[in-house]
């Protein structure tokens, strides 16, 4: 229970410092709210009357402890672009790209598992050759470059997926699905490179250890000893790696879902910054940066489930 006091501490101080980069770098740049709703060739006495209606013309420790106080209530503000509420938008963009971070996952974990496995069964030879330079090459490539080559593909080429759009699932489950395939596909390829990677990695030195010669010295057959108590050993360090991508997919998700047109959290950070929508972007950094730690915090938890030598105190 401390483990998880002293995590949520830790998570609460880290949003507080970034909160208030975030909310400092925004108000350093140049123009303000005041300018983006009014334009920049408004009358200099209404832009300075709405200014002080505003009230950004307090000193900005106020106007920092007025918006945290905001997003601790719920009154996050009205986007300038979208005219909506912040925070709804924000919730159902956030369902939307959690349905591509949840696929990418899927999609990662079930090729780079076996792939990292297979790789490290035959540690130097041809098959751990082929699979490290497959994931050397899904590491070098960029994500956007494995987006338009999918559209090129499955899209335009094949037909069998649509390039471009999102649909709700509440709305259509298939749809939504089959508009997600394709982003998801794209990020997870990044991914998957890099679990494959440590998945090799880990069970390379787990496979050389005392109690594995003496699971094969028992006379268990080579499949059982690989995966039952080899991947069994390594899955701590994969899932590790793996919540600490998530950090990684969020970053990459506002590329994919540009290229995409997937009108999800990542296309609405673009638009916010594209349009300098700046009570947009405060919020958006904000919950974006709070759901990668609680994704950290998440997997260091089931972390302790899954290997019981791990004790929390």
Request: proline share 4%.
């Given at each position: 229970?401390?483990?998880?006091?002293?995590?949520?501490?830790?998570?609460?101080?880290?949003?507080?410092?970034?909160?208030?980069?975030?909310?400092?770098?925004?108000?350093?740049?140049?123009?303000?709210?005041?300018?983006?709703?009014?334009?920049?060739?408004?009358?200099?006495?209404?832009?300075?009357?709405?200014?002080?209606?505003?009230?950004?013309?307090?000193?900005?420790?106020?106007?920092?402890?007025?918006?945290?106080?905001?997003?601790?209530?719920?009154?996050?503000?009205?986007?300038?672009?979208?005219?909506?509420?912040?925070?709804?938008?924000?919730?159902?963009?956030?369902?939307?790209?959690?349905?591509?971070?949840?696929?990418?996952?899927?999609?990662?974990?079930?090729?780079?598992?076996?792939?990292?496995?297979?790789?490290?069964?035959?540690?130097?030879?041809?098959?751990?050759?082929?699979?490290?330079?497959?994931?050397?090459?899904?590491?070098?490539?960029?994500?956007?470059?494995?987006?338009?080559?999918?559209?090129?593909?499955?899209?335009?080429?094949?037909?069998?997926?649509?390039?471009?759009?999102?649909?709700?699932?509440?709305?259509?489950?298939?749809?939504?699905?089959?508009?997600?395939?394709?982003?998801?596909?794209?990020?997870?390829?990044?991914?998957?490179?890099?679990?494959?990677?440590?998945?090799?990695?880990?069970?390379?030195?787990?496979?050389?250890?005392?109690?594995?010669?003496?699971?094969?010295?028992?006379?268990?057959?080579?499949?059982?000893?690989?995966?039952?108590?080899?991947?069994?050993?390594?899955?701590?360090?994969?899932?590790?790696?793996?919540?600490?991508?998530?950090?990684?997919?969020?970053?990459?998700?506002?590329?994919?879902?540009?290229?995409?047109?997937?009108?999800?959290?990542?296309?609405?950070?673009?638009q916010a910054l594209l349009n300098r929508d700046i009570p947009l972007i405060q919020a958006s950094v904000f919950v974006i940066a709070a759901v990668v730690?609680?994704?950290?915090?998440?997997?260091?938890?089931?972390?302790?489930?899954?290997?019981?030598?791990?004790?929390?105190?």
């Amino acid at each position: 229970m401390s483990y998880i006091l002293n995590r949520v501490f830790s998570m609460m101080l880290t949003l507080f410092l970034i909160s208030a980069i975030t909310f400092a770098v925004t108000n350093i740049l140049p123009g303000d709210v005041a300018m983006m709703i009014m334009g920049t060739q408004s009358n200099p006495e209404a832009l300075a009357g709405l200014r002080e209606t505003l009230g950004l013309n307090d000193p900005l420790l106020v106007q920092y402890g007025r918006w945290v106080g905001g997003m601790l209530t719920g009154d996050w503000g009205s986007s300038l672009v979208f005219k909506e509420p912040i925070a709804p938008l924000l919730l159902q963009k956030m369902t939307a790209s959690g349905l591509l971070v949840l696929f990418s996952m899927a999609i990662a974990l079930t090729c780079a598992i076996p792939l990292g496995v297979w790789a490290a069964v035959h540690a130097n030879r041809w098959q751990d050759t082929a699979a490290s330079s497959t994931a050397m090459l899904g590491v070098s490539l960029p994500d956007f470059f494995w987006g338009i080559m999918l559209i090129l593909l499955f899209a335009r080429g094949l037909g069998w997926l649509p390039s471009s759009g999102f649909v709700d699932p509440g709305d259509d489950l298939g749809a939504a699905v089959r508009h997600a395939l394709l982003p998801s596909l794209a990020l997870g390829l990044g991914l998957m490179a890099h679990l494959t990677r440590m998945t090799r990695a880990t069970m390379t030195g787990i496979l050389k250890q005392e109690f594995i010669r003496v699971a094969r010295a028992k006379g268990l057959n080579e499949s059982t000893v690989v995966w039952r108590y080899g991947l069994a050993n390594a899955v701590g360090p994969v899932m590790t790696v793996a919540g600490l991508q998530v950090g990684y997919l969020f970053g990459s998700i506002i590329v994919i879902e540009s290229l995409f047109n997937y009108t999800g959290m990542g296309w609405l950070t673009y638009q916010a910054l594209l349009n300098r929508d700046i009570p947009l972007i405060q919020a958006s950094v904000f919950v974006i940066a709070a759901v990668v730690m609680l994704a950290n915090l998440i997997v260091d938890l089931l972390y302790a489930v899954v290997d019981p030598r791990i004790r929390l105190s």
